[in-house]
């Protein structure tokens, strides 16, 4: 039996999804060829990356706006050193909310000075901060949108005149936003986009070529750009799973519908954590995000039987990050809400038997 | 009936890789969760990636030689630029014999002064160039062993006090070399290893650390080396199939046996190409490589007909690079002696009707 996937990145995936995708591994395209042995080159692949292109502007309602969708190697790590390789002239600010903006900040250092406008380290990353300002001067602004290692999220986004880069790996295609705010949006695929090895990048040209640095070729979004993502070769299987993903959620009624079985199954679970003594949330209730809830027992006597019974229970991935301990409820796109109500249902268990 | 595929990469894998791929992609280590939904860090996947970067070293004989075998992203293209951006200092020594030397020297240019030890341009890359001087006070030596556009391989490396650096992307793992006279070899996987969107990069650690520049964090070796190819998220699936692969090669015999193997596929095809009149090899004979065997008409007024005939015997991949022009069959490692087989009877049919 399916385990009830909530680990928090590779993460699950569409059953519909896994099944096309073992097929295409054999034979892909009725073509008596597997997926991963024909050239990228060819008319059958090159329709696959245009279509996930396509796709991926179309359902964050990005056509037609000035935008390009690229599919790039390297996972969001590169993106901390390309964003600041291709846009940094002098000053750059950034907003920390936890680890992965942490890292984005040191690479961007190499590159030119950094205005960390606000910082919630002082609460181990608990709450997104608010109220800060964003220097005018600054060739950008960079923020994280959903933190999973301490389950914070941005629920909106600061008015400025500078471009906005946001790493969205862990929430895109999760909720409606107004996407056209940004300026240049990435995401690593293996949250609510595909499997690990591609990283989806949402580019507005006319912030590009700014900089005077000579940027080496595989590190410039222009390269990229002129190549339509295919300057050398893609990560063809991702990239293919990545645009069976995108077609699924489209055929289901694209964001709007997804963002509201999201709402449902995150209610479900912080109601629970809210309603059962023996639970409590790690993240400030205003900043909670909808992808990954953080929370703990409040007795720590009940751990081990609690681990026991949740993994009884055919739950997988629930144990947090080690940075802030406790549990950690993944609960990414294709995560069914039957999936949410197995782990509720546990949770109301324990406190039967406690 | 599955086709026999002489696509230049990606490239035919050995079909009980495809077939165990594929069933990981729905339940991976029977723990009823698909291998491309479960963490990078989750112990079925380390053991994953440490039997890939361990079987790498064991097959070219260089365990407990102060070498390192990374899983990286980004493709060969990125490492034209980390191998300039973590080891050159001052000046660097290159042999350009196509395509890929010559993306590999225009990166490199960013990071210091490059010596082109010599070029085969004059006549497109038909040869490989010897009897050149390698300056003693470069940083490195850099030079591309199999040259898949122009169908010429290097069948010896010069003797040399600088570290050697070599892109092995498309015959690694195909013949038997002393690899311990290489400091640095790089692979994109997806020719004789597995699915494009990972890269082998074996390093011998010594070499590192002499550079001033400061490197950022994706681009370092030694941030790769510290984390056991395990910084950032790896491209699972790409990687797991290389895993398959080099256990598929391990069984076979390893690359003694590959090796003979290859050398009986390609023999083959170069003798009908010299004994049929209506055929002609297009690199110099002594630098033929055995995995891509170019050729052309000796008349092109039979050009429809071939093309006819070989499609019809199933046969995939078979058209030349455009900046060639003529035929190229890729005789990867996983590509069975028939298929060459079928080509060269339809070689001898169409000098039997023409």
Known sequence: MKKHNFSAGPCILPEEVLQKASEAVINFNNDNLSLIEISHRSKPFVDVIENARSLALELLGLQ?????????HGGA?????MTAYNLLNKKAAYLNTGTWSSKAIKEAKLFGELDEVASSIDKNFNYIPKN????SDADYFHCTSNNTIYGTQMKSF?????????DMSSDIFSRQLDFSQFDLIYAGAQKNMGPAGTTLV???EDILGKVERVIPSMLNYQTHIEKDSMFNTPAVFPIYVSMLT??????LGGIDF????????????????????LFKGLAEEDDRSHMNATFTLTNKDLKEKFDFMWQEANINGLHGHRSVGGYRASMYNA????????????????????
């Open 246 to 251: 995108l077609e699924w959620l489209k055929d």
């Open 202 to 204: 949402i580019v507005k």
């Open 335 to 354: 995560l069914p809400l039957y999936s949410v109500q197995a782990l509720v249902d546990v949770m109301q268990e324990l406190e039967r038997k406690a």
């Open 64 to 72: 037609n706006k000035g935008y390009k969708a690229l599919f790039l």
């Open 158 to 166: 600061p008015e400025t005149t500078v471009p906005m880069i946001c």
């Open 77 to 81: 790590s590169s993106q901390f050193l």
């Open 258 to 277: 997804i963002e509201s079985v999201n709402k449902q199954k995150s209610a479900l679970l912080y109601n629970e954590m809210d309603r059962n003594p």
């Open 132 to 135: 800060y300002k964003i220097p």
